[in-house]
């Protein structure tokens, strides 16, 4: 059994591949060794769907970061426009749910743009600094998005076939016992 679970099939990040049972009876040998075999199976099945969560996670939030960056990315690229033009940047901006206000950004070879980096953290960059910046974060969080992604399908398959597995264990059992118990009764018919 330690075999069946120590395949050297794995995604590219080093999930490993759910193994799928055939036959049962080419795996439990004895069938005290049931309890722990099927064990090994719900843990494994555990695991996949820890992982899977775990990913899920991290999808959700790529496509909430993913929006956000675009948008900054789309507003500095907007700036530095007007600063290639030479004229000023008019904008209206909220000042609180029902108070708006105009401004004029003023867009000179000094421009520059405060660019929130997370854990309470803004710096300060050349809008060509932030544009490049933004540019490689923006196709990082596309790249994780896509590896999330095709993870989560990866473990979705293999959740499947550990719970296959697991069906297939546990139908086995039913049908061992109920062989046993069939040929106690016999035993006991026989004896009467």
């Known amino acids: 059994m ?6 050297t099939k794995t995604n590219s990040r080093g999930i490993p591949e759910a193994p799928f049972v055939e036959k049962v009876e080419d795996f439990i040998k004895d069938p005290n060794d049931f309890d722990l075999c099927f064990n090994k199976f ?11 969560e775990s990913k899920l996670v991290s999808v959700k939030q ?7 960056i675009e948008n900054t990315l789309g507003m ?16 209206n901006y909220q000042l609180n749910e029902t108070l708006y206000t105009t401004a004029e950004i003023d867009t000179t070879d000094e421009l520059k743009v405060g660019l929130w980096l997370g854990a309470d953290v803004m710096l300060e960059y050349p809008i060509d600094e932030a544009i490049e910046l933004l540019t490689a974060k923006l196709a990082e969080a596309k790249k994780n998005l ?3 992604q095709e993870d989560v399908e990866f473990l979705r398959e293999n959740i499947t076939t550990m719970e296959v597995n697991c069906a297939r264990l546990y139908n086995w059992d039913v049908e061992k016992r109920q062989q046993l118990k069939g ?6 018919n026989l004896k009467i």
């Not at 790529?62 to 956000?68: A, F, G, M, R, T």
């Not at 500095?76 to 904008?91: F, P």
């Not at 040929?183 to 006991?188: C, D, Y």
Request: aromatic share 6%; charged share 30%; with cysteine.
């Open 2 to 7: 330690d075999t069946l679970f120590n395949s």
């Open 42 to 52: 719900q843990e494994r099945l555990s695991k996949y769907k820890y992982m899977q």
């Open 62 to 68: 790529l496509k909430q970061k993913i929006p956000d």
């Open 76 to 91: 500095c690229r907007c700036l530095e426009a007007k600063k290639n033009s030479g004229s000023n940047l008019e904008t």
């Open 146 to 148: 896509d590896i999330n």
């Open 183 to 188: 040929a106690q009764q016999a035993t006991e």
